[in-house]
Nanobody, 114 residues
Framework: QVQLVESGGGLVQPGGSLRLSCAAS????????MGWYRQVLGKEREVVAE??????NYAESVKGRFTISRNNAKNTVSLQINTLKPEDTATYYC?????????WGQGTQVTVSS
């Protein structure tokens, strides 16, 4: 079983920055995919950014503003968020895929408001 702990959310003004982090612990043989997703109440969860090996994938709406990175030695994945917009307000979830399955974090709230 893999446990995920997210941190770094909060309230930020438009144009500001945040850094989200997710640490995986437990029995981990191989982390295949690590990613960040977000969900607004009443809407489906959507992909924000994913990283598999050295290959990254971003939602069109965040390209150029968000950067995903992973530290394989520490089993962490981070999301640097710059130039935040009100429409980025959501609960952000970390997800990892291992040989044992898919695991989700509990979510961290990001609110962009002046």
């Amino acid at each position: 079983q893999v446990q995920l702990v997210e941190s770094g959310g909060g309230l930020v003004q438009p144009g500001g920055s945040l850094r989200l982090s997710c640490a995986a612990s437990g029995i981990i043989f191989r982390l295949n995919l690590m990613g960040w997703y977000r969900q607004v109440l009443g809407k489906e969860r959507e992909v924000v950014a994913e990283i598999r090996g050295g290959v990254t994938n971003y939602a069109e709406s965040v390209k150029g503003r968000f950067t995903i990175s992973r530290n394989n030695a520490k089993n962490t994945v981070s999301l640097q968020i710059n130039t935040l917009k009100p429409e980025d307000t959501a609960t952000y979830y970390c997800k990892v895929e291992t040989n044992g399955g898919t695991n989700w974090g509990q979510g961290t709230q990001v609110t962009v408001s002046s």
